[in-house]
């Protein structure tokens, strides 16, 4: 395997007396989009924060870059290019959708995306510039929460349940943008409970169990083992 872009390493990451990752190990290459599978409860939103330091581990490492990025606060994280967008997408509901773009550009430490990049990648949220945030869809909120982190000169993207809660036609779309974003050089990690949707687009994928990484493969050596489909996806 090439040089790893991220690295996680025997990290250990508890919620009170709760242990939930439990050496849990696992490596990113530069411009993939790697997908981290589960059930509910087992350790994959958790994984997401404690990369960027929501919930910062007892022990092991992160390494991004080459650089030991465990435990750093979310703001010094997100100054590396390492960004977040998590399931509840996080919007400001009364800001209009120009707004929210416009705030995400001004606090940004380098510029990413241009605004127009943006609409030329979204066209829907150009048509819904002048909404607000609670006017919006599911899918356009998904949209926007993305295109707020590609305007921050992101270079890790962390997706957090990107389709959950959203109608069939509109995860396609969401899968679309994805490759989009992929085809741009763009590395994601991807947390995803629609096993489908996240075999759609990912490189490779690994799925956590009880904090551990049990399974590391293609999706098509995942489609093809039935096993372990079955063991810890339910599928």
């Excluded at 087992?42 to 490492?61: A, Q």
Aim: with cysteine; aromatic share 6%; proline share 3%.
């Amino acid at each position: 395997m090439a040089e790893a872009f991220l690295e996680v390493e025997n990290l250990n990451t508890y919620y009170g007396d709760s242990h939930i990752l439990k050496d849990l190990s696992f490596k990113i290459r530069r411009g993939e989009t790697v997908a981290l599978l589960g059930r509910n409860g087992v350790g994959k939103t958790t994984t997401l924060k404690s990369i960027v330091g929501w919930v910062p581990p007892r022990s092991g490492r992160v390494s991004f870059e080459g650089r030991n990025v465990t435990g750093q606060e979310m703001m010094k994280n997100a100054r590396l290019g390492i960004s977040l967008v998590p399931e509840e997408r996080r919007i400001f509901t009364n800001l209009t959708v120009f707004e929210n773009l416009k705030l995400a550009t001004v606090t940004a430490q380098k510029p990413g995306w241009s605004l127009q990049d943006v609409y030329d990648h979204f066209p829907r949220l150009q048509e819904r510039a002048t909404n607000k945030g609670d006017e919006i869809s599911g899918g356009e909120k998904q949209m926007l929460a993305i295109a707020r982190a590609l305007v921050q000169d992101t270079k890790l993207l962390l997706l957090d349940e990107p389709t959950e809660g959203l109608a069939p036609l509109i995860v396609r779309e969401v899968e679309a943008i994805i490759r989009e974003i992929k085809s741009k050089g763009m590395t994601i990690l991807l947390v995803e409970q629609n096993f489908y949707s996240a075999l759609a687009v990912a490189d490779r994928c690994y799925i956590i169990d009880q904090g551990t990484i049990k399974f590391e493969g293609t999706p098509d050596q995942l489609r093809g083992n039935t096993e372990v489909l079955s063991r810890y996806l339910h599928v």
